[in-house]
């Protein structure tokens, strides 16, 4: 069963990846520097204390940028482009020893996994921004943060368990779909805002 191990780590760090790409890296990072376990295919060289040190400090950076009303928002529509993509490069290096078919399926799916879930954090957020106080930010940021450090502690140690929370996550997503591609479209014209010099709660206000 060493191939389904394989795959559900690289499908479940690819899925906290687009949760929180920076908190993914440090703990499997970490978790093989200190030989917690051993990383498949390409993803070992994470424990590469260079590595570990810059996604520490992204994280650091993040943990507060995503706590910060708009400022999370557009904090998401940058990462629109960093975390999908990773998600699909976290996937392909930990099937990189693996059937060329697995690699391939697990690629494509880590980068659909990434994309659901970054998706999903762009919704809840971008509604949460919707309301006047701070509180609802710092509290879901903090859920984030939970889900993508005990996610990515899953997908390592608990294939099976992280297989059933992708599966009840996937769930969730077709139901919240709608909100999801509204969430995306607020995204890009939260982009085409900043060139255009609007502000993110101008484009928020207008988004349907």
């Not at 993914?24 to 200190?34: P, R, Y």
């Not at 060329?100 to 919704?123: D, E, N, V």
């Not at 077709?174 to 993110?200: C, L, M, T, Y």
């Amino acid at each position: 069963m060493e191939w389904f191990s394989t795959l559900s780590l690289a499908l479940g760090s690819a899925w906290t990846a687009g949760i929180n790409l920076y908190a993914t890296v440090t703990v499997l990072g970490l978790l093989q520097k200190f030989g917690f376990t051993h990383l498949p295919g390409g993803l070992n060289v994470l424990d590469n204390w260079w590595i570990i040190g810059i996604a520490g400090f992204l994280y650091i950076i993040e943990f507060f940028a995503d706590k910060i009303p708009y400022v999370d928002s557009v904090w998401d529509v940058v990462h629109t482009f960093i975390r999908v993509p990773a998600g699909a490069i976290v996937a392909y290096a930990a099937t990189n020893q693996t059937d060329a078919s697995m690699q391939t399926i697990a690629t494509l799916l880590g980068g659909g996994l990434a994309f659901s879930s970054h998706g999903t954090k762009a919704a809840v957020r971008a509604g949460a921004n919707l309301s006047p106080e701070p509180v609802s930010n710092w509290v879901l940021s903090l859920v984030e943060d939970v889900i993508a450090f005990v996610g990515t502690i899953l997908a390592v140690f608990a294939p099976i368990l992280i297989t059933l929370v992708l599966m009840i996550f996937l769930i969730f997503f077709v139901w919240f779909a709608p909100k999801i591609f509204r969430a995306v479209r607020r995204i890009f014209n939260a982009i085409r805002a900043i060139f255009a010099g609007e502000s993110f709660r101008e484009v928020a206000r207008k988004a349907p």
